[in-house]
């Protein structure tokens, strides 16, 4: 299983696993990480984490806000994430 960092890498990994002759998931099982369109269309679609990017830009401009006014209401916030079971994970 090869875990990438982001979405435009899982997509790298499964083209390179084509190149070597891997079959994707029968070989070699890719996921990534955002849930950005290319994980829809990529062959196989890619199993992938969503992370809801507008609410994650919110909380971080309400975040940067707080610091610069001095103000902070909290040092880190917890944004849920979910798995997005697509075509390039092999099931057990």
């Known amino acids: 299983m090869v875990i990438c960092g982001n979405d435009v890498l899982a997509v790298g990994a ?3 696993a084509k190149e070597r002759g891997l079959n994707v998931p ?3 099982s890719v996921t990534g990480f ?3 369109e290319i994980a829809k269309i990529s062959t196989p679609p890619l199993t992938t984490v969503h992370v809801p990017h507008r609410r994650m830009g919110r909380e971080a401009a309400r975040l940067l806000i707080g610091f610069v006014s001095a103000e902070p209401e909290a040092e880190q916030c ?3 994430t979910s798995l997005r079971m697509r075509g390039s994970l092999a099931w057990v």
């Open 14 to 16: 499964i083209a390179k």
């Open 26 to 28: 029968e070989d070699l």
């Open 34 to 36: 955002d849930d950005i």
């Open 78 to 80: 917890l944004i849920e």
